[in-house]
């Protein structure tokens, strides 16, 4: 497991050229055992896992106020000690407004090269999604949000509501 930035993305391609390399992204915001879940999922399809996690800026942007819960320093820290996970990278905002919120994974798939970029079905904007996956001849896997019974409903946000709920 190990931390790279953003510019080393091409030198995993190189260092893996004969392993298929799996890409997913997301906040993973207070980091439970549906992450791990997913990442288990995502690592099916591979032998390697790469995973970018949201920058607190992106988080902000995307989720609201009050988010993330988290501070990225610490979520890059969670994700990457996660067995299913081999390499973790820090989103970024672009210092200029890019074409679309989503550009960043236009540019990862670029750099990287996945054979797999994989995704929950309830992820936002899929069709720019798949334009981007297109484009660089990527295969986009789009999983059902599963899990057994007895992990009920986890996610970030039930997660805070509870905490909000006994508070």
């Given amino acids: 497991m190990a931390y790279i930035q953003f510019e080393e993305l091409e030198k995993i391609r190189e260092k893996h050229k004969d392993q298929k390399i799996v890409f997913c ?35 902000k942007r995307d ?55 994989v995704i929950n079905k309830d992820a936002w904007d899929i069709p720019y999604r798949e334009q981007f996956s297109k484009k660089h001849g990527v295969p986009l896997i789009i999983l059902d949000r599963t899990a057994p019974p007895e992990f009920d409903d986890v996610s970030t946000t039930k997660l805070i509501q509870k905490i909000k709920s006994i508070l």
């Fill in 63 to 117: 989720k609201g106020d009050g988010r993330p819960i988290v501070n990225e320093h610490l979520r890059l820290k969670m994700v990457d000690s996660l067995k299913p996970v081999d390499y973790t990278f820090l989103d970024y905002m672009l210092p200029e407004t890019p074409p679309h919120p989503l550009y960043i994974i236009d540019m990862v798939l670029e750099k990287l090269k996945p054979d797999a970029y």
């Fill in 25 to 59: 992204s997301g906040c993973f915001d207070v980091t439970h055992a549906g992450h791990v879940l997913f990442f288990e999922d995502c690592r099916k399809y591979g032998d390697v896992l790469v995973v970018m996690v949201g920058a607190d800026a992106v988080i």
